[in-house]
């Protein structure tokens, strides 16, 4: 899966095949492409919005825990063989945030 790294002061997020906004402004998708999102704060905890997701996801779990290791997100979604679907990792900063800075990674289905 392509992982497209974007840097952002706002939490304006569409989606570029719908042109949809990706989330409600209650935190909760909105677009009918999102496949599933992770928050830097707790990885560990994704929103998983379809089975090939969750099957995959629970098998690096458990690779990463036979290894001691903590989450990698990032190396998750990259091993992820779906060619249709892209990885937004955004980080938020600036105004919105204050100082400080959020990552999130958002799966969306662009067929």
Known sequence: M??????R???????????EP??????EPNAKTVRGFWCHEVPEEPELQCDELQLQ???HLA?????????DVVAFLKS??????VAFEITTCGMACGPVSSTTWTVLDLS
């Open 22 to 27: 990706v989330f409600k402004e209650s935190g």
């Open 2 to 7: 392509q992982l497209i790294q974007l840097e």
């Open 80 to 85: 992820v063989d779906m060619p249709c679907w």
């Open 57 to 59: 996801w629970a098998a």
């Open 63 to 71: 690779i990463q825990d036979a290894a001691d290791e903590s989450v």
């Open 9 to 19: 002061d706002d939490w304006n997020f569409f989606c570029p095949a719908t042109g």
